[in-house]
């Protein structure tokens, strides 16, 4: 009798631990998921200077396999060379940039005009592209509404005229210089932990092995290596097919006669690093520009605009990624718009990494667990 009292006793213990211990995993399962969400935009921005780091490392082992020297001067020799040309880029089509870059804003602007025009000629409402303007026009009409007119001896602004105006500068000259201040400082945020975490990857890596459980250390070994593995071939393969974008989508417009082609090219280049909705992106801006120079010029552009779509989708894809990433197009398409949808920019621009690292894992527990009918039997 004794001995079943103390089996009910030992039984109700356990129940009690595994409860308790139940109880604190959804906790802090439930705070880590409120941490992920109150600071996604500082972890993407951890990830972004993760993802570059690798990238410089795969650079690096690089230029290993060439010359026999120490990691370090490698790594000086990657960024000087990085250096090197985006400071050439700048001070040799700076100027040529920042001109094509002006010029191509009003083309596209007055294009937009153009489209808003042509929908409502056919009856198709585009009232919600006035939302700021209606309200900067009622904010005007209000107080003309509200005071009656009366006759003026000069045109010079009264003081609270003037007052409101000089307002609205500073709030928008403080938000411009925010938003300015905000993007440089994300930029060395990256630069800076990219650069960190190349100059001394095995430091982080057996940081990060440190923190897994010492019964699954081995297991946590193998899969941030695949991880490391599978985010160096597809950056390197990333940053090929991106120059060969933009090289195509440079010259093509270059041939037809596009005003501002170069900086058509770079901005097509730079979105390929976002699979699928980047290349959607980037012809819808190229076909936009490409109108103010008669239709034949937006008909040879769409038409070019979808060979490199099927030069990149169909061929680089296949034959440079084929090693690095393979996972289903509407997969991945889903899993951009749910980021995108939640976390803006970011999880748009980074859905693809976070995919190749949860692929890695789930590939690996998969090849880890037992068949089926060996479990069974």
């Not at 009292?5 to 631990?17: C, F, G, P, T, V």
């Not at 060979?307 to 034959?319: C, D, K, N, R, W």
């Not at 084929?322 to 951009?336: G, K, N, S, V, W």
């Amino acid at each position: 009798m004794t001995g079943l009292s103390e089996e009910r006793l030992s039984a109700r213990n356990d129940l009690a631990w595994a409860i308790t211990v139940g109880g604190i995993g959804i906790v802090l399962f439930a705070g880590l998921l409120w941490f992920a969400w109150s600071f996604a935009a500082t972890l993407f921005l951890i990830f972004a200077g993760m993802l570059l780091g690798v990238a410089l490392t795969a650079m690096t082992h690089l230029l290993g396999r060439v010359v026999k020297l120490p990691h370090a001067l490698r790594l000086t020799i990657v960024c000087l060379v990085l250096a090197g040309m985006l400071s050439g880029i700048v001070f040799l089509g700076g100027t040529t940039i920042a001109q094509q870059a002006a010029a191509l804003s009003n083309t596209i602007k007055s294009q937009l005009v153009n489209v808003k025009a042509f929908l409502e000629k056919n009856g198709i409402d585009t009232s919600y592209f006035d939302l700021g303007n209606q309200g900067e026009a009622a904010a005007g009409s209000s107080p003309a509404s509200a005071t009656p007119a009366t006759p003026s001896t000069h045109n010079f602004p009264g003081a609270g005229a003037i007052a409101s105006s000089g307002g609205a500068i500073v709030s928008q000259t403080l938000k411009l210089l925010l938003g300015t201040v905000s993007a440089v400082g994300n930029f060395f945020i990256v630069l800076f932990l990219g650069l960190a975490f190349a100059a001394q990857p095995s430091v982080y890596r057996n940081g990060l092995l440190f923190m897994a459980p010492a019964k699954h250390r081995a297991r946590a070994t193998v899969i941030v290596d695949r991880i490391g593995e599978t985010l160096e071939r597809w950056l390197i393969a990333q940053i090929l097919t991106m120059c060969a974008v933009f090289l195509v989508t440079w010259i093509g417009l270059a041939i037809i006669g596009i005003p501002g082609s170069f900086i058509l090219g770079i901005q097509a280049g730079l979105l390929a690093f976002i699979p699928t909705v980047g290349a959607i992106l980037a012809g819808l801006i190229v076909v936009l520009a490409s109108l103010a120079s008669g239709w034949i010029a937006t008909l040879s552009a769409f038409v070019l605009f979808l060979g490199v779509h099927a030069l990149e989708s169909y061929v680089l894809t296949p034959i440079i990624q084929r090693q690095a990433l393979d996972i289903p197009p509407a997969t991945l398409f889903a899993f951009q718009i749910l980021l995108g949808v939640v976390f803006g920019i970011w999880g748009l621009a980074l859905a693809l990494p976070l995919m190749a690292i949860a692929k890695v894992m789930i590939d690996y527990f998969k090849a880890d667990a037992p068949p089926r009918e060996a479990a069974v039997a």
